[in-house]
């Protein structure tokens, strides 16, 4: 929910987290093949286990990008107030006090 407090400047952190994902991806794949070569098929199975998650991210990361702005407001939407009537926003109910 937008505040009308973000700064104007504000980015996104996809492109950092797509470098980081490329970095994680190359040294889970480098303790894979180490562990591997090793003969340490418990460490082994833990490094494969983090490149999946690694190559999992950097494919959201890459989709996301993909996708570019479309989802976040731009300059030409003003902020609007949050509610604070206490009422629930329709559909969702988690938001609703038991």
């Known amino acids: 929910m937008r505040t009308g407090s973000e700064p104007a400047t504000a980015r996104s952190p996809l492109r950092m987290r797509l470098w980081l994902s490329l970095w994680g991806t190359f040294w889970a794949l480098f303790g894979l093949v180490a562990f591997v070569l090793a003969g340490r098929p418990g460490w082994a199975a833990a490094c ?13 990361v890459v989709h996301r990008i993909h996708q570019g702005p479309h989802y976040q407001p731009g300059r030409n939407i003003p902020p609007y107030e949050p509610d604070r009537t206490g009422h629930p926003r329709p559909g969702r109910s988690h938001d609703r006090a038991a």
Do not use: M, R, Y
Request: aromatic share 8%; with cysteine; net charge negative.
């Open 48 to 60: 494969g286990a983090l490149l999946l998650i690694t190559v999992v991210d950097f494919c959201v």
